[in-house]
DNA sequence: GGTTGGCACACTCCAGGTGAGAGTGCCAAC
DNA sequence: GTTGGCACTCTCACCTGGAGTGTGCCAACC
């Protein structure tokens, strides 16, 4: 009972108090309105004494000595390991996530950008999306389309719905017959192929075609590139930056800017996600533990999902420490379940 | 000389002077200052006397009786109109703009993001780019592509480069010679009709076409709603609205919020700018002759661009009423003629 | 021993006051 | 028409005092 690492039942009530209710209010709360709003079953002043011992722990903290008290870190880490309480996600908020982002069937891009947009529009916070690692997509389609006698399109389709198209260049000596041919060449080489396999096996089917095909084999090479660059370093995608860059607890003007180029650089935030996504649970990073820095003093919740097998993506939600977590989590739960079932559909 | 609307040589100066100083310095400029900076040929009082009579014509305002000048509205408007020196766009700068847009050939929507992008980050404050109207183009390529068993991959290429590809569900009864059918024959009936046409043509097809191939043409028709729906409603396109919303003279948060929300309501931007956009000039809109009333302390640049005969969008810049005019106008006539150059480059 | 009411103390926050600084407007002189 | 001089006005930053709030401690109690 005098230690300062257990907690008795009437201490992990009264932090999970403070931290409630300073979530739901923003505000430093004081011993005396604990006791109004919670039956705490004591009086203010052995609330005070309680108050103090948790302070002692360093799960609370003083602004300053006449305010009341606020979560640290470590006590929104014990909030959320031992004391939250998550209900189930209802059916009703299932359906209706499932029904706005199965509206059409889209490729993963545009499925996880909406997703993106109805987490941050729900939360009021600032979500994050991360996309599968591109080589963990094998090629199920590739297809030459002439689209004007200077100009063709090229469309692959991987295994994770993802979608490429560009347009490419065309010499006048290659005829629509051509294209139709190499798409199917192609498709007999490449298709179940990984995009790196393909990049492999592009030089050796240079080879073995006319001379006048070889620029569009070349062109190819570089939207298979692409498909990993461009893929891979937009594979973030962020939505909702303005929730959290306006949110009246967080005024200061320079750690706004801060924020906002941080998460700008898309890179760094991806490297941090991946990093962390050996795990297939849900993550919280509070405050420090967070590895950006500009996020310091705010909660990232990380839900891994599984697009298609050992294809591994996230969504994330990112807000201030003080965020509603079981909401956050019933969110980012309801999502990617609808996400995973939406995914898994054989493309 | 003593009229309220002729201006004089040195009140345009002065004037000149005032406008210029906010915009690089964002605090009210006096008498002394001025005279400080500017060779105006006169004294403190003289130009304080002239000043006074700015004030009286109501191109300068007092924020209160013992600060500096600022410009009002109209003061801006005389600015841009008569006092504004345009320098011509270097060759460095359309080059290396020219370099970033063009790195792909990429569909419209894409371009036009990375444009856009591109003026927000130089401009450092809010950026749109409104992509002409879906009627405005015809239908290019039509073409359906087996993915699986269940599903197909219909992709449409319009005239203004827009790429939509969509999948389609494929009954079991569906071969893939009945797509490959099907592309031919739908190309044949609806290339260089417009999206409108198409969809008044599709009942038609539908009669004529067996049974099993139904679903696949419904499912095509909403696909080239989703052409009139989706790209008609995700015509605008907005980047850097952070820039605008942490810009330090913008610290109303109530203010803040409420852009927030207007740049969100695509909408309605959309709609005011289609309506201003009669004019194939670069428009300016200062503070109140904004319509959207959020940004009646702003200033709106937009300049339109052809983006295939008969095809307009714009390239819009909104910041801050003392933005500077001449960089932003620059910058806009340098992306838009990149911008033209690379969409008319025949689809 | 844990719990309680009482009370002094510490601290913030807001309102009101003060003085420096800046820029004007006016006026008389040129 | 232009100029220097000067009183006036207003903001801004700083200080100060009082109300309010919540704590920490202590002596008394069960």
């Given amino acids: 009972m005098t230690g300062t690492s257990y907690l008795s039942d009437r201490r992990k009530a009264i932090l999970k108090a403070v931290v409630e209710e300073y979530i739901l209010n923003g505000q430093p709360i004081g011993s005396e309105e604990l006791l109004r709003k919670y039956s705490l079953g004591c009086s203010s002043a052995t609330i005070r004494a309680e108050l103090a011992a948790l302070e002692e722990m360093e799960y609370l903290s003083h602004p300053h000595t006449s305010a009341g008290r606020i979560p640290t870190e470590q006590g929104y880490r014990i909030y959320v390991d031992h004391l939250l309480v998550l209900s189930p996600v209802s059916f009703q908020e299932e359906e209706k996530i499932s029904q ?175 990093r962390h996504l050996t795990s297939r649970n849900l993550q919280i990073f509070i405050g420090q533990e967070n590895e950006v820095v500009e996020m310091h003093d705010l909660t990232l919740l990380a839900m891994p999902f599984e697009a298609s097998r050992y294809a591994y993506g996230a969504l994330g939600l990112l807000g201030p420490m003080r965020m509603d977590y079981a909401k956050g989590i019933r969110l980012l739960a309801c999502v990617t379940g609808v996400l995973e079932r939406a995914l898994s559909q054989e493309a």
């Avoid at 590739?142 to 993802?162: D, E, G, N, R």
């Fill in 100 to 274: 706005v982002l199965n509206r059409q069937a889209q490729d993963l891009r545009n499925i996880l950008a909406e997703a993106c947009r109805l987490v941050a529009t729900i939360s009021t916070y600032t979500s994050l999306a991360l996309a599968p690692q591109a080589n963990q997509q094998v090629m199920r389609h590739i297809h030459f389309v002439p689209v004007s006698a200077k100009q063709a399109l090229v469309i692959l389709v991987t295994s994770l719905k993802v979608i490429q198209d560009q347009f490419l260049e065309v010499s006048a000596e290659v005829s629509e017959e051509d294209l139709e041919y190499l798409s199917h060449y192609l498709s007999r080489r490449l298709l179940g192929k990984t995009p790196w396999q393909c990049l492999q096996e592009l030089p050796v089917i240079r080879e073995e075609q006319p001379a006048r095909l070889v620029s569009l084999l070349n062109q190819l090479s570089t939207v298979l590139h692409n498909v990993f660059l461009y893929e891979q370093s937009e594979r973030l995608i962020v939505e909702g930056a303005e929730n959290l860059l306006l949110a009246s607890d967080f005024r200061n003007s320079f750690k706004q800017r801060r924020l906002a180029d941080a998460l700008d650089r898309r890179f760094l935030l991806q490297d941090v996600l991946d």
